[in-house]
């Protein structure tokens, strides 16, 4: 079986040894851990320009490509499952998936089955980029299970690499609609004074903090000013939802695990019903919509907009999808 390619493109101020800058550039989506990447590192995976660079110690720069190769695992518990996916658009070399709300991306352990995956594979078959591995076919990139909302899934190789490029350069749009506690007000000094968050013109709150696991918690990310992985989010208010609430655009620079649910937080306006990154915040129930929003099911987040350029015609592709009827619901109670 063929390896998969991760494309890698060094950041600014990179670590100058190759482990580590890769440790810490590498694309969330391959997951590749600091050990793993060491492994392949002394196999002589990584290459750069087509030159092996089989020692953690060389040193890299800002802009440097990396390639590395994964090689590939058999997995004998995958399975078609039929599925009823909204395809949003198809072609020979990609699709465009408008994923549900509780709906996992790919198998991992404790969710063997009923993932996207399985219902891809029902879907096209063999149609389907084999670089992600056994695990993920076609999968170039994921949103959380309770998170709703587009996706682009590979056919073919070239669109599978291609479009890895894309989110490797952070050059895809990706604008979500989120519910959160509160109304992010750009002239709110509280939010102003908050470390990484500044406002930019037309009131648009840029947050630019880093990244990283959480000392204590492994499965959740945190705010950091101290290495990390570099985020920025840009939010604007939509619409001001009653007195205690407010829906807005979330636009990423950059697609770090969990990033607009911590940012969120970390502008003290975590997003309705996530039940790690809420903060603890309630709504008063004397106030419209309380009770709904209170019992919301999932953390109120619809990744509504997706842009990239075609990986083989080169044509830009641009695609929306509407808040979702839970989502909708929760609006229309809390404007009463």
């Known amino acids: 079986m063929p390896a998969s390619l991760v494309t890698v493109i060094l950041g600014d101020d990179p670590p100058p040894r190759l482990d580590k800058a890769l440790a810490r550039d590498v694309p969330e989506d391959a997951h590749l851990s600091r050990s793993r990447l060491a492994k392949l590192i002394e196999a002589g995976a990584v290459s750069r320009g087509g030159v092996v660079l089989d020692s953690p110690k060389v040193k890299v720069a800002a802009g440097d490509t990396l390639v590395v190769e994964v090689p590939q695992e058999a997995d004998s518990h995958m399975a078609p499952e039929p599925m009823g996916l909204a395809i949003v658009y198809e072609d020979d070399d990609l699709a465009v998936v408008d994923k549900p709300a509780g709906l996992v991306v790919h198998p991992a352990p404790g969710t063997p089955s009923g993932t996207l995956v399985n219902g891809l594979l029902a879907h096209f078959g063999d149609d389907l980029s084999g670089v992600g591995g056994a695990k993920r076919p076609g999968i170039v990139h994921r949103i959380d299970k309770d998170t709703s909302g587009l996706l682009v899934v590979a056919k073919s190789d070239r669109a599978h690499h291609g479009l890895a490029a894309q989110f490797a350069t952070h050059s895809v749009e990706r604008q979500y609609l989120a519910i959160c506690h509160g109304v992010p007000d750009p002239a709110d000094p509280r939010l102003r004074g908050t470390p990484g968050i500044s406002v930019e013109p037309g009131g648009t709150v840029k947050i630019t903090t880093g990244l990283a696991r959480h000392r204590t918690d492994r499965q959740r990310q945190a705010v950091t000013f101290q290495g990390g992985r570099?985020?920025?989010?840009?939010?604007?208010?939509?619409?001001?939802?009653?007195?205690?609430?407010?829906?807005?655009?979330?636009?990423?620079?950059?697609?770090?695990?969990?990033?607009?649910?911590?940012?969120?937080?970390?502008?003290?306006?975590?997003?309705?019903?996530?039940?790690?990154?809420?903060?603890?915040?309630?709504?008063?129930?004397?106030?419209?919509?309380?009770?709904?929003?209170?019992?919301?099911?999932?953390?109120?987040?619809?990744?509504?907009?997706?842009?990239?350029?075609?990986?083989?015609?080169?044509?830009?592709?641009?695609?929306?999808?509407?808040?979702?009827?839970?989502?909708?619901?929760?609006?229309?109670?809390?404007?009463?």
């Open 230 to 336: 570099h985020a920025i989010t840009r939010i604007q208010v939509q619409r001001v939802l009653g007195e205690a609430a407010a829906l807005v655009s979330c636009r990423l620079e950059t697609g770090r695990t969990h990033q607009i649910r911590v940012h969120m937080r970390h502008a003290g306006h975590g997003l309705i019903g996530d039940p790690v990154y809420g903060g603890g915040r309630k709504i008063s129930p004397k106030l419209p919509g309380a009770q709904l929003a209170m019992d919301f099911p999932r953390q109120a987040l619809h990744a509504a907009t997706l842009g990239f350029l075609h990986p083989a015609s080169g044509e830009k592709m641009k695609f929306s999808s509407d808040l979702p009827s839970d989502l909708a619901a929760l609006v229309a109670a809390l404007s009463g």
